[in-house]
């Protein structure tokens, strides 16, 4: 008995510790990651990154559970590591490229897989980015909204429903693999996509079963309403047509099908539901709908530009069984009213899909503080259960959840700044100011607006509104008086506010006080330009367009100027001679003609006359000009080039008629010719002996008299002193008297 208790005791125990691991690390996630990962933030410079595991399986993993990587991503597949932290902040270098989150449990975490999500494009703001955005659907759209709700109404109301009912379970497979890709204004790559779920349906009383061990749920039949019968013991029969969709699908097996869904992302009625909102669109959060190809060929979709909503277009081919996640917001400026529109994808394959969406505009006074704490008379639209707050919707789409719990503060109250003197260029003192985020989530901050202060970033530049400041964050801006400040007090409050709230806010006094100066008398003239060349003159050249040379008081004198001048450039007269402080003048310059071959600097001094007659030199002008040599070309034509004077008989009494020909100085000098010589031939004098390039000259050549019985052959050459020619060939042929033996001369 003793021993039975013994042991008894001793398996107690045993179980107790046995239990102790499950129990203390009960609440540990494990398990092969799934679900999607989403980026939290905008994807705008200055903005805070930070993962967000929502629709991660398993439901209770934290940052805690893995090693971050943020990546730069510069091309196609160029990756550059940006940070390793739980939380990244946008710079500057990231405009324009996308950012890679990358998540790996930590070692024995008891997770495996990885997560990844892509963010679009980073844009300087959230406004440049929806001022890009809505330009470039503006050029797309090439039709109105009216011709095209109907139609797609009409089109797919039938074909989408069948397609849908039709999918077999290796497609809803894909699909779920794809249920991995999301946007929050941001792209997601899932990389553990296609990680099988777990069939949580459960038999209960009453019930067929539905599953049993060794189902292929790749087999599950689908029915439509018409297919179903149900007999008079309330049992569910089918028609038989699910045989002959079986052969059928045996027969096609083969064949080429483009089929694709579209599924509303968080939204049970399948509708892309904005609810009512002001008439300021532009922090309305935008919703996601993800189509998936259900055929098996690739879909090439065609561009899209609804009338009311911006949505994204879907610019890659989408293979068989993948899913996009496509974004869809309203367009900014829309007017009060109700809004419900059929959006509608093509494809070139001409399949079409579609999905609802609708929005409900209010105007600025449609409802007031008090209406709204009143109970609306119409039932909400909205479901009455209460939402998972792992999908609970940001502060953009529900500020009154977010903005109780938002609080600004500054580091100080007061920002006194040391006395100036009047006509500062800039003010010497910038003093700073420290917000602190001191709520429970993220605040979009509003930057001041001042006449006598500018707010300016850390670094010196501008500060703009939309700057997001996380949880427990702090940013630095400085403060400095503007310029231009009269004389005077000045004081003015700087209000940090929030985006979200305009109550929530922390305010700052700024205070500067402008002192009268000591008046100087300032003498001075700005040239502009203050230098000019001519670099490109040639020998011989045209005169080249002048230049316009500006000259301004910058003083606070008045100055009476006297007419400027040049060694190697015409100075045109001045456009007024007297400028009091800030007027203008003017004259022009240009390289005088016929400048040789050589570089030329001219300073060219603009002065005023003093009180004493001296010359004071106020400003100096450079000007340059450089003339290079031309080469020189030589050459010379002749025409006609060969000159036949045709037959004689021996003892002709009169020569043949002479002929012309004519020289050309084709080259782009001037040439000087001599005279031309003949043996046989008779030589006439030149019309000119000095030809420019382009000009010509004549002379006359005719055979000689009384030539012997013979051919004559001869080449006239015209030639030059720069030793270039051209050349004319001559015939004349004498012939011997008929019956007379003669001798041939040449």
């Not at 439901?59 to 943020?70: A, G, I, M, P, R």
């Not at 790749?218 to 052969?247: C, F, H, P, R, W």
């Not at 529109?341 to 999905?355: H, K, Q, W």
């Not at 004493?612 to 450089?626: F, P």
């Amino acid at each position: 008995m003793e021993r039975k208790r013994f042991l008894a005791v001793v398996m107690t125990v045993m179980m107790v510790i046995s239990m102790i691991p499950s129990l203390v690390f009960a609440a540990a996630p494990s398990g092969e990651l799934g679900g999607k990962l989403k980026i939290k933030g905008l994807a705008a410079v200055g903005v805070v990154l930070s993962a967000d595991y929502a629709k991660v399986t398993p439901e209770e993993v934290t940052d805690e559970d893995f090693t971050f990587s943020w990546s730069r991503q510069t091309g196609e597949k160029e990756l550059t590591q940006v940070g390793t932290e739980k939380t990244y902040t946008i710079t500057q270098d990231d405009l324009g490229c996308r950012l890679v989150l990358d998540l790996t449990p930590v070692d024995g975490s008891g997770l495996t897989g990885t997560l990844t999500a892509k963010t679009l494009e980073v844009a300087a703001t959230e406004e440049e980015a929806k001022a890009v955005e809505q330009e470039a659907e503006n050029a797309q759209q090439t039709e109105t909204a009216d011709g095209t709700e109907n139609a797609q109404l009409e089109e797919t109301a039938d074909g989408t429903e069948d397609a849908q009912l039709e999918e077999t379970a290796d497609n809803a497979e894909g699909s779920r693999d794809s249920e991995n890709q999301d946007v929050d204004r941001t792209e997601d790559v899932q990389q553990n996509a296609g990680n099988e779920q777990e069939d949580e349906s459960q038999n209960t009383k009453g019930q067929p079963e539905e599953t049993t061990e060794g189902t292929d749920d790749s087999q599950m039949k689908i029915y439509t309403e018409d297919q179903l019968q149900v007999d008079e013991n309330g049992n569910v029969q089918t028609d038989g047509s699910e045989k002959d969709g079986q052969a059928a699908g045996e027969d096609d097996k083969d064949q080429k099908t483009y089929e694709a869904t579209a599924t509303v992302e968080d939204s049970e009625d399948q509708i892309c539901d904005f609810g009512t909102v002001k008439s300021d669109l532009e922090d309305v959060e935008a919703q996601y709908v993800q189509i998936t190809n259900t055929g098996n060929e690739n879909l090439n979709f065609q561009e899209i530009s609804p009338e009311h909503f911006m949505v994204q277009d879907i610019t890659e081919p989408l293979s068989a069984g993948e899913s996009v996640s496509v974004w869809i917001q309203p367009r900014e400026g829309l007017e009060p009213g109700e809004y419900d529109d059929m959006i509608t994808y093509r494809t070139e394959e001409g399949i079409e899909v579609s999905f609802e969406a609708k929005i409900a505009v209010e105007g600025e006074d449609d409802s007031s503080d008090d209406e709204d704490l009143k109970p609306s008379d119409e039932p909400s639209a909205e479901p009455t259960e209460t939402p998972d707050d792992s999908e609970a919707p940001s502060a953009g789409d529900n500020a009154d959840a977010s903005l109780e719990a938002q609080s600004l503060e500054v580091n100080t109250g007061s920002l006194n700044f040391s006395d100036i003197e009047e006509n500062y260029t800039q003010a010497n003192e910038t003093l700073s100011v420290t917000v602190t985020n001191t709520g429970d989530g993220t605040v979009t901050l509003k930057i001041p607006k001042s006449d006598y202060f500018e707010v300016m970033n850390e670094d010196g530049s501008e500060a703009v509104s939309g700057i997001q400041i996380a949880k427990g964050d702090s940013l630095m801006f400085m403060v400095q008086p503007k310029t231009g400040l009269t004389k005077g007090d000045y004081s003015d409050t700087l209000i940090f506010e929030s985006e979200e709230d305009s109550e929530v806010a922390a305010q700052v006094t700024a205070e500067v006080s402008v002192k009268e100066a000591e008046q100087e008398q300032i003498t001075a003239v700005q040239a502009d330009p203050e230098s000019f060349s001519y670099d490109d003159l040639k020998e011989g050249y045209d005169t080249p367009e002048a230049t316009t040379i500006t000259l301004t008081n910058t003083g606070n004198t008045t100055v009476s100027l006297m007419q400027p001048y040049a060694e190697y450039f015409d100075i045109g007269e001045l456009s007024a001679s007297v400028l009091e402080p800030g007027d203008s003048a003017a004259f022009t310059a240009v390289p005088v003609t016929g400048l040789k071959v050589g570089n030329y600097l001219d300073s060219i001094q603009i002065a005023q006359t003093s009180s004493e007659g001296q010359e004071d030199v106020l400003t100096t002008i450079k000007a340059s000009a450089t003339v290079s040599e031309v080469k020189k070309i030589y050459k010379l034509s002749v025409t006609p080039e060969e000159l036949n004077f045709g037959k004689a008989k021996e003892g002709y009494s009169e020569a043949p008629e002479a002929q012309k020909v004519t020289v050309t100085n084709e080259g782009n000098t001037n040439v000087t010719l001599n005279a031309p010589s003949g043996k046989n031939f008779k030589i006439g004098k030149l019309s000119a002996t000095e030809l420019a390039p382009g000009e010509s000259c004549t002379f006359k050549i005719r055979p000689k008299a009384g030539l012997k019985a013979g051919s004559y052959t001869e080449s006239v050459v015209i030639d030059n002193e720069q030793q270039i020619s051209a050349e004319v060939k001559v015939q004349f042929t004498v012939n011997c008297p008929q019956g007379e033996n003669c001798r041939s001369g040449r």
